[in-house]
């Protein structure tokens, strides 16, 4: 019988990695898929949403004819927004794609490579897991997962798999945060003392899609399909676009913006969860019906477990002022690593008089500067091909013909998560949260968290 493409590649890709997967330096397991150089990588989009169309779809076309990627299938629950999405890429790149109603028929394409995954956050995690089970590489939005039994579940897919998986956790691409992570981690820094990590805009809108919600009708969708595993609940079109404001969906700013934040301190630390979150949260000026917050606070502690070492992290966020904007800044007894101005400085470290006051040295950092470039992510109206996620799609793209690890792999994904989910369950139980180790479990309340 003739082989399949996928199956000639996987079975050369099998004899390439037992003659030369010593001399390479890569396992067996890493010469899983090797696409030839010349192979043209076809694309599957899953879920035609605002991120994929305005960020991510601008950034692969940086660089999919240089690196011979090519867009042939869309799946998309809702007809109209499939229709929209066909003609979007068909107009883009120059011949028909293959329209899907679900992953399933999307997954039914003969000789699909890739996927890139950005649907509603609670869907990330399975839908990895159908990517990986459909011998598929895949890019996937963050927050990775949005309930451990998710997270758990993913996580052993990908690591069974010989895929390749970028988690959208962009700053990992970035100039900035790579000098950043080596500055710390060489030492230069000293020990963290702190972090404070900010997100503010002041968007009444930020989340919702009146117009589409009046557009969606129940026969155009697949509702049950929409909600996998979580719990029965009544069709409602405001769940279906506006998710992200209504848990167990989405829990709205942890998995949305935290999880970028947090994820540079889990990098720049390799620390991979908190030992313990307090957080709260309310709903105090858009009572627009949301069930997430408009303002949280979050307070971490980090370190060895069983250790009496470590540094505090703040995570705030408000949605009615933007005083503040994004950034995040990392403070040393000896100054701060600012990702704000992109600069390591002196600014609040320890000065003579007050050293010697102790009998103590002056501890003050010399500037630095982690770019010449200014590089600024893009948050709401400012959306696009931004180099921090153009850079973070070439990786992937590169990745998926080198078979090397990208630069945001699932482990990243995971660690996020523990994060959110441990916030999450901060302020919905009022309790501290911990993670056991053991079990891989969020701990509130003494009881693990599912929901």
């Known amino acids: 019988m003739e082989n399949s493409r996928r199956t000639f590649i996987k079975q050369s890709a099998i004899f390439a990695a037992a003659t030369y997967a010593g001399t390479m330096g890569l396992s067996a397991k890493s010469y899983g898929r090797i696409i030839g150089a010349n192979d043209r990588v076809r694309v599957g989009i899953v879920g035609f949403s605002d991120r994929f169309k305005d960020t991510l ?3 692969f076309l940086n660089h999919s004819k240089e690196l011979n990627f090519d867009v042939v299938g869309l799946s998309d629950l809702w007809n109209y927004r499939r229709e ?6 068909k107009e883009k790149f120059g011949h028909d794609i293959q329209s899907c109603r679900n992953n399933d028929e999307l997954y039914a ?3 699909l490579d890739v996927v890139i995954i950005s649907t509603a956050d609670f869907q990330h995690a399975l839908h990895t897991i159908e990517a990986v089970k459909a011998n598929c590489d895949a890019y996937i939005e963050k927050p990775f997962a949005e309930t451990m039994d998710d997270a758990k579940a993913a996580l052993k897919a990908v690591k069974a798999s010989k895929q390749i998986v970028q988690i959208g956790s962009q700053r990992r691409s970035g100039e900035n945060y790579s000098n950043a992570a080596k500055y710390i ?7 963290i003392t702190a972090v404070d990590l900010v997100w503010n805009v002041n968007q009444p809108g930020r989340w919702r899609r009146p117009d589409l919600v009046a557009k969606l009708k129940e026969e155009d969708i697949d509702w049950k399909r929409f909600l996998l595993n979580r719990p029965a609940d009544a069709y409602d079109p405001r769940k279906y676009l506006e998710y992200r404001l209504f848990w167990p969906y989405s829990s709205g700013m942890p998995g949305q913006w935290m999880s970028h934040q947090i994820d540079t301190v889990h990098w720049f630390t390799k620390l991979h969860h908190p030992r313990s979150v307090v957080a709260n949260g309310g709903i105090y000026t858009w009572k627009d019906g949301r069930k997430n917050w408009d303002t949280m606070v979050a307070v971490f502690d980090y370190g060895q477990p069983n250790t009496t070492d470590g540094f505090q992290v703040t995570f705030t966020s408000r949605m009615q002022n933007s005083v503040g904007d994004v950034g995040e800044v990392y403070y040393a007894n000896g100054g701060e690593l600012n990702l704000i101005t992109n600069k390591v400085s002196p600014k609040g470290g320890l000065k003579e008089k007050e050293a010697a006051a102790m009998g103590m040295k002056a501890n003050l950092l010399p500037d630095f500067d982690l770019t010449k470039t200014e590089i600024k992510t893009a948050t709401g109206a400012n959306m696009g091909g931004d180099p921090l996620t153009s850079a973070h799609m070439r990786n992937w793209m590169e990745c998926i013909r080198s078979r090397k ?5 699932v482990e990243a994904g995971y660690s996020h998560s523990i994060a959110n989910i441990m916030t999450n369950a901060a302020v919905r139980t009022g309790a501290k949260a911990t993670f056991d180790e053991s079990r891989q479990e969020v701990i509130a309340n003494g009881k693990v968290f599912k929901y």
């Open 405 to 409: 690890t990208p630069n945001a792999p």
């Open 185 to 191: 981690q060489d030492g230069k820094f000293g020990p």
């Open 84 to 89: 929209l999405g066909v003609a979007h890429l």
């Open 57 to 59: 779809l601008p950034c």
């Open 109 to 111: 394409m003969k000789d």
